[in-house]
């Protein structure tokens, strides 16, 4: 039995009249993103067509999943807004917090000793709004997602950016900041720009070496970091078809790190055998009654150029297996021609660790193939160069993979087994006791992001993505320029052998099994439940309301920093060690922006103060002109925020007094939460005026008492010797995201219209 089926049961109910009536209204047949969309109005039937890329338009989602980082900052919000309880399904899974060292046992102790009281906090807090608990250990949240809550033609937000995993059944499922999730928890409408359209048309299949990760490593090849930003990706074709739910669900996860708003691919018979087998019958005959609902019209696949703003076609018999990086997912180089490009870049060969799992790559089809190939480590006498690591996705996972002896083949090869959880994904990986002055060295995973620092903390991993697969035979190997299709391996009988194709199961032969899967169901009546935050906490804090910023203190401000290329939402709000402070604004505010490169130095963290003429950290410069009441500005470069939805991004710099963000352009979720935390998020009409800007400018907004949709606004900078340039800078602000602005943040809004 599903969770919420009489949700999913009239979602199904309405969804035919309300596609039908779209597709009238738009005067064509419809993609299975615009089905999806269409049917999740927030004023029921469509009346309107929108236009992509423009409109901006009020959804009505169905469900909402937080991870226990950014879950702490949601919540903390949400008690502010003067609701009981959540108005939609909600979920909050404890994934996040727990560091991966020795192993699952004694990393989960550890972790429920030291963030016990943040647990409890988000426990508590469950139980007092109604909201689904997941226990640390239960699993990463989008693969108990995939496993529980997500179905076809469904509409989910969560406050990950890899929510987008549930694209794998059929979703629209959208990373966001808290803040978004804390509008549809009160009750309200969800807002978001209707995303263009980019078709991915999959012909061939899939076979060898080649796996469904390297499709999305194509992918982000072909696309780059930014090139899905504003659009839904939707997959087609008899490649698609062909392919497993959970192969779908790890190319839709990765579509974050393309920027895209979303992936999808449209109900098959590989969903209906995924749902049945994760004990969702219920959900299954539903959407077969509406199945010509949960995927695009025929005319739209026959033709896809009529119908998407893009379309790239892939042919699965002939992609080769890729690895990408190192520094950015985007950078794919072909198994088989690495040897050159390293020795050209000064990449290390050689191999230190290979990590299979993560929130993508955890399924039991990941892990059975994954295990065919370490399996034959053992079988061909192969001493594995490189160390293990491996992350199951979930309880219900591990327990199965545990019961078929697929876990024991990487113990005999003297992997460690972590938890269910993140860990060395999202930079919780103990790895090194003084990570800065670690050594150079590569690593090859199974996971999505691969910026510096980002797995281990230290700066010179040179992380390559690939898949599960891959990642095993490289590590078997222990060099990155290793290609099984071709190359041979020396045993320790001193024979030459070769690897052999993987093998694995789609799902488990005998059936998914789990003891304890971790869920907590909330209280009926949470009225009585005490929420307590100690005052001295130093991991949690309760919000105190953003004043407005006000058009008086947009003159004379000063320049925080002035970044220098790539500027990601781990150089403006690290994750890993800062991942404890998550709920406590300020002092997770110590971390701001101090991975950003100063572009007048080319040094991190070390900007000048203009009222001492002096240099420090970012955070400690920005502190000095919150204490003498002058407002700052950030200037970045293109794709700024790229990567997470953590809105602690947005919120810290506005804590310490930053007003406005000036970029040559955004990643989507972080301009909406600048929007949201009542901040001015603005492009430069002119990319060239981003050279003008220099280290000691002051800047004055001249007509920001004119600020309305669709109008540029006017800065003046005047520069340290006295001259000044006059820049236009434009916003994508409607009048509702100018109600924020002018109410200090889209939260002080909502408690105004809830008092």
């Known amino acids: ?40 109005l927030w004023d029921g039937t469509p009346t309107t067509k929108f236009t992509r890329g423009k409109d901006y338009v009020d959804f009505a989602p169905d469900r909402i999943a937080c991870q226990d980082a950014t879950a702490q900052m949601a919540l903390l919000q949400f008690m502010q807004a003067g609701k009981d309880k959540v108005a939609v ?33 988000l426990g508590s807090v469950s139980n007092k709004y109604g909201i689904g608990f997941w226990e640390p250990g239960a699993g990463i949240i989008h693969q108990v997602v995939l496993e529980n809550y997500a179905f076809p033609g469904g509409m989910m937000i969560g406050t990950d950016s890899h929510t987008v995993n549930a694209g794998g059944l059929g979703m629209v499922a959208i990373g966001v900041g808290g803040a978004d999730a804390v509008d549809v928890m009160a009750g309200m409408a969800w807002e978001l720009k209707f995303p263009k359209l980019i078709g991915v048309k999959l012909t061939g299949k899939l076979s060898g070496w080649t796996a469904p990760k390297d499709v999305i490593l194509k992918v982000a090849e072909i696309l780059t970091v930014k090139g899905g930003t504003g659009a839904i990706v939707e997959y087609f074709g008899p490649g698609a078809t062909s392919m497993s739910c959970t192969g779908k669900g790890t190319i839709c996860n990765m579509g974050a790190e393309i920027g895209a708003t979303t992936s999808t691919f449209g109900y098959d018979e590989s969903m209906e055998r995924y749902l049945r087998a994760t004990d969702r019958e219920d959900v299954a005959d539903a959407a077969n009654e509406v199945k010509e609902y949960l995927t695009a019209d025929p005319e739209v696949y026959a033709n896809p150029e009529q119908y998407f703003d893009q379309v790239i076609e892939i ?81 219900q996972v591990r327990y199965t993979t545990e019961r078929d002896g697929i876990l024991e083949i990487f113990e005999k090869l003297d992997a460690k087994i972590f938890t269910n959880a993140c860990g060395p994904c999202i930079g919780q990986w103990a790895r090194y006791k003084d990570p800065k002055n670690a050594p150079k060295n590569s690593i090859v995973h199974s996971f999505n992001r691969n910026f510096a620092k980002r797995a281990d903390g230290n700066p010179n991993t040179h992380a390559f993505v690939a898949s599960p697969e891959m990642t095993a035979a490289i590590a078997i190997a222990g060099r990155l320029d290793f290609n099984p299709l071709t190359d041979t391996l020396i045993n320790e009988d001193g024979e030459e052998v070769m690897l052999d194709e993987p093998t694995g199961w789609e799902l488990p032969p005998k059936g998914f099994e789990v003891k304890e899967n971790g869920y907590v169901d909330p209280l009926e009546d949470g009225s009585g439940v005490n929420v307590i935050v100690a005052p001295d906490s130093e991991r949690l804090q309760l919000l105190t309301p953003f004043e407005p910023i006000t058009p008086a203190s947009l003159q004379g401000m000063k320049l925080l920093i002035k970044a220098f290329g790539k500027c990601t939402t781990d150089h403006i709000s690290m994750a890993g060690p800062w991942l404890r402070y998550r709920g406590h604004l300020d002092n997770i505010a110590n971390n701001t922006l101090i991975g950003a490169v100063n572009a007048f130095n080319q040094k991190t963290n070390f900007v000048k103060n203009q009222l001492t003429g002096e240099y420090g950290g970012v955070p400690d410069t920005q ?125 002080n809004l909502i408690k105004k219209e809830n008092a």
């Open 315 to 395: 042919n699965l018999t002939e992609l080769k297996p890729l690895l990408n990086g190192p520094f950015t997912p985007d950078l794919a180089t072909e198994v088989g021609t690495m040897t050159e490009k390293a020795q050209a870049n000064d990449w290390p060969l050689a191999v230190e660790w290979g990590l299979i799992g993560s929130c993508t790559n955890s399924s039991y089809e990941d892990l059975s193939r994954a295990s065919s190939i370490a399996q034959q480590a053992l079988d061909k006498k192969l001493k594995t160069k490189a160390e293990f690591g491996i992350n199951p996705g979930s309880e």
């Open 623 to 747: 502190r000095e002109y919150k204490k003498a009441g002058i407002k700052t500005i950030v200037v970045g470069d293109h794709n700024y925020g790229e990567g997470s939805s953590r809105e602690h991004a947005a919120m810290q710099p506005r804590h310490l007094g930053v007003a406005a963000v000036l970029v040559k352009s955004f990643a989507r979720i972080h301009e909406t939460n600048l929007k949201k935390q009542g901040m001015l998020a603005l492009t430069f009409a002119n990319e060239s005026d981003y050279d003008l800007i220099q280290e000691d400018d002051t800047f004055n907004f001249l007509d920001i008492d004119q600020f309305a949709p669709d109008k540029p606004l006017t800065i003046e900078v005047v520069h340290a010797d006295g001259s000044k340039d006059t820049i236009i800078v434009n916003h994508s602000y409607n009048n509702a995201q100018i109600a924020w602005f002018n109410e200090g943040s889209a939260l």
């Open 89 to 121: 399904p909600t979920t909050v899974h404890c994934d996040h917090l727990i560091q991966a060292k020795e192993g699952a046992a004694t990393d989960l102790r550890h972790a429920n000793e030291t963030s016990k009281e943040v647990f409890d906090f």
């Open 1 to 40: 039995m599903a969770f919420d089926i009489d949700m999913i049961k009239g979602v199904y109910a309405s969804m035919g009249e309300r596609v039908d009536k779209a597709r009238e209204l738009v005067g064509k047949p419809l993609t299975l993103a615009e089905k999806i969309l269409y049917s999740h």
